[in-house]
């Protein structure tokens, strides 16, 4: 048996070398995905859509999608906008650091007005650009 096969030559083994700035190891990403949430659904609720705009929060490569719609750029507001007919409640939510400039989010809720009542389950997907969080992509589903 040829035992040569089964020998590891530490010498041959590749160097991984990290580069770049990973600031998820110098932020609380707990701290920032909770105040992403509060942000993004008070915005929500008073109809302050353009706060998410001027923050950065809403970019033109946003994508947000809702059963089987996919909507970026300009549809984006009128779908945002009908939050502003619904008490928005955040019952939960969890969070994962999800590389070095992104954090994943999964928020369940309920939404109510005088006519429904709908529990609700949306996910982010935030990333982080020079000095601000914004959204890379959300999928949102009633139940």
């Avoid at 035992?3 to 110098?26: H, M, P, Q, R, V």
């Avoid at 998410?52 to 945002?80: C, H, R, S, V």
């Amino acid at each position: 048996m040829d035992t040569d096969a089964f020998t590891t030559d530490n010498s041959k083994k590749l160097k991984i070398i990290k580069t770049g700035y990973n600031i998820n190891n110098y932020i609380d990403t707990g701290v920032v995905a909770e105040k992403f949430i509060q942000d993004y659904y008070t915005a929500l609720s008073t109809n302050n859509i353009q706060s998410l705009i001027d923050n950065n929060t809403l970019q033109e490569y946003t994508t947000i999608k809702m059963n089987t719609d996919a909507m970026k750029g300009d549809k984006i507001i009128p779908f945002l906008n009908n939050f502003m007919n619904y008490k928005i409640d955040v019952k939960d939510y969890n969070y994962i650091d999800s590389g070095s400039r992104r954090i994943d989010i999964s928020i369940i809720g309920k939404l109510t007005n005088e006519s429904e009542n709908l529990n609700f389950n949306q996910t982010f997907i935030i990333c982080h650009k020079d000095d601000y969080w914004y959204i890379k992509n959300s999928i949102f589903i009633t139940f």
